[in-house]
T-cell receptor
Framework: GQNIDQPTEMTATEGAIVQINCTYQ??????LFWYQQHAGEAPTFLSY????GLEEKGRFSSFLSRSKGYSYLLLKELQMKDSASYLC????????????FGTGTKLQVIP | DAMVIQNPRYQVTQFGKPVTLSCSQT?????MYWYQQKSSQAPKLLFH???????NEADTPDNFQSRRPNTSFCFLDIRSPGLGDAAMYLC??????????FGQGTRLTVV
């Protein structure tokens, strides 16, 4: 199985940088995802890491350290529309992809 | 264009009255998932399919069943909905790498 931990809430200022951390413990690992979910809407895909290191996509970057069971999502130049929940999700190894979500980090961006 | 479509967006059902939620996809993905998400909680995996291979989570109540008649369609049947089953139900498909595409969700209210 998998156990995924992330902070429940964070607050950051418009224009700033925020880092959302995620730690995971898994019996088999086949990649880690970050999703964004606005209130009342479905999650949308942000990033996927399976190798160690930083993946950059515009204002969003995601980092993975497999040896430490650790990932973070970095959001730069924060905008008000970035206020949302950010879900860390791990995929197990095996014959089929089973994705387990963390409880999500609710990010509030303030002016 | 929507790629994972859930109908209806909002469903109200009476306590104990069977209800079916539907999901269709145009992505031709082998893997489909049903998640239950309650307010401020992570999506909780109920079932997933790899092609026609069906997998239900150990803690999915017997009250919940699923059907996948073909690649494109998947149904979630709740035989006797209780008040505790009120939630957002999310359908998702995924690629071989596990990137998931979610439908808009069906918000179920039990009265």
């Amino acid at each position: 199985g998998q156990n995924i931990d992330q902070p429940t809430e964070m607050t950051a200022t418009e224009g700033a940088i925020v880092q959302i951390n995620c730690t995971y413990q898994t019996s088999g690992f086949n990649g880690l995802f970050w999703y964004q979910q606005h209130a009342g809407e479905a999650p949308t895909f942000l990033s996927y890491n399976v190798l160690d290191g930083l993946e950059e996509k515009g204002r969003f970057s995601s980092f993975l350290s497999r040896s430490k069971g650790y990932s973070y999502l970095l959001l730069k130049e924060l905008q008000m529309k970035d206020s949302a929940s950010y879900l860390c999700a791990g995929m197990n190894s095996g014959g089929y992809q089973k994705v387990t979500f963390g409880t999500g980090t609710k990010l509030q961006v303030i002016p | 264009d929507a790629m994972v479509i859930q109908n209806p967006r909002y469903q109200v059902t009476q306590f104990g009255k069977p209800v079916t939620l539907s999901c269709s996809q145009t992505l031709n993905h082998n893997v489909m998932y049903w998640y239950q998400q309650k307010s401020s909680q992570a999506p909780k995996l109920l079932f997933h399919y790899y092609d026609k291979d069906f997998n239900n989570e150990a803690d999915t109540p017997d009250n919940f069943q699923s059907r996948r008649p073909n690649t494109s369609f998947c149904f979630l049947d709740i035989r006797s909905p209780g008040l505790g089953d009120a939630a957002m139900y999310l359908c998702a498909t995924s690629t071989r790498t596990g990137e998931s595409f979610f439908g808009q969700g069906t918000r179920l209210t039990v009265v």
